[in-house]
Structure formats: structure tokens, C-alpha cells
């Protein structure tokens, strides 16, 4: 559990953790897959949302996944994403939050990933939570943690004592 002191830090600025859905590049289901290298390719990201035509989340792509359409052993090929679209190589297993997220279950999360979808009840895509926006909460949290309050050491129980001797 975050206690209330650091989790009150941490949300101070929460407005910024979620970047809006129409900040952020993604790609429709049924693009063709060369479309959606070009849009990973311009937007410098490793990974985007794929969405269907209601706005729904219905997975991620990824630069890799495309890559690896192109690929054998021998050379690169864009002949080989003819006729693919994104909805042949997304990855649709795909943690989410919903938009009344829980801090921790978000920061459990954003251990292995760059950023969280979040979607409403009818998972139309909202947004994103990116780990470095958390990761700005952190440095703030850490910086004015002392300044805002008067910390001090637990004092030792009776039975930390006994380990000592």
C-alpha cells in the first residue's frame, strides 16, 4: 500500500499523467501494414495503440512485429507486407486502465511497460499513461518530500533490538 503522504505527492500534478487520445499517434485494424511502418517510422515510437473504426482499442503494433514481416534470413523485403494489415500482426492482449485508474496498479504496471492505454466502459480509447510522466511525479515527489515534511526515523522495536544483541 502507497501511504497518503507519498501518494498525495505523487498525484499532485495527475492532470499530466494522461495524454489525451487525440495527442496520440495510432493506427486503424484493417491499415495495411506497409501504412502503419510509415506511421511508426514518422512518429519515432516503438509501439502505438491500434484502434477500430468506433475508436476502440483493440491492440498495439509495434515497429518489431512490422519488421519481422520484412525479414528472413537472407534480406529485406517490403514486397512481404502486401496484402497485411495491422490486424495480422498487432499484439491484442494488451493491459489497460480504466479512466478512474489506481496509482499502484498503474505503477506495477509501468514496471514493464513504456505507457498504459486507458479506455472507458466501452473500451474507447482515451489516452495514454506513459511511464515517464509517472516517472516526473517520482523526481517531484522525491524532491519535495523533505522540504513539505518533517520525516524521522521508526524507533526500533523491541524485537529489532533482540536481532542486534
Not at 499532485?12 to 487525440?22: K, M, V
Not at 499517434?25 to 512518429?43: F, G, R, W
Amino acid at each position: 500500500m502507497i501511504g497518503p503522504t507519498i501518494k498525495e505527492l505523487l498525484l499532485e500534478n495527475q492532470e499530466t499523467f494522461l495524454i489525451p487520445a487525440e495527442n496520440v499517434a495510432n493506427v486503424m485494424y484493417q491499415n495495411p501494414l506497409d501504412h502503419c511502418l510509415l506511421v511508426l517510422s514518422k512518429v519515432g515510437y516503438s509501439k502505438i495503440p491500434v484502434l477500430d473504426k468506433g475508436d476502440r482499442l483493440v491492440g498495439l503494433v509495434s515497429l518489431t512485429e512490422v519488421v519481422e514481416k520484412m525479414i528472413d534470413l537472407k534480406e529485406i523485403d517490403m514486397a512481404r507486407l502486401n496484402g497485411l494489415t495491422v490486424a495480422d500482426v498487432m499484439e491484442t492482449s494488451v493491459p489497460v486502465v480504466s479512466e478512474d485508474w489506481d496509482l499502484e496498479e498503474v505503477l506495477h504496471l509501468l514496471v514493464d511497460l513504456a505507457f498504459l492505454p486507458v479506455v472507458d466502459e466501452n473500451q474507447v480509447f482515451k489516452g495514454i499513461i506513459t511511464r515517464k510522466e509517472v516517472l516526473k511525479a517520482v523526481n517531484h515527489m522525491s524532491h519535495e518530500l523533505e522540504r513539505r515534511n518533517l520525516l524521522l526515523p521508526k524507533a526500533s522495536t523491541k524485537l529489532e533490538k533482540q536481532k542486534i544483541v
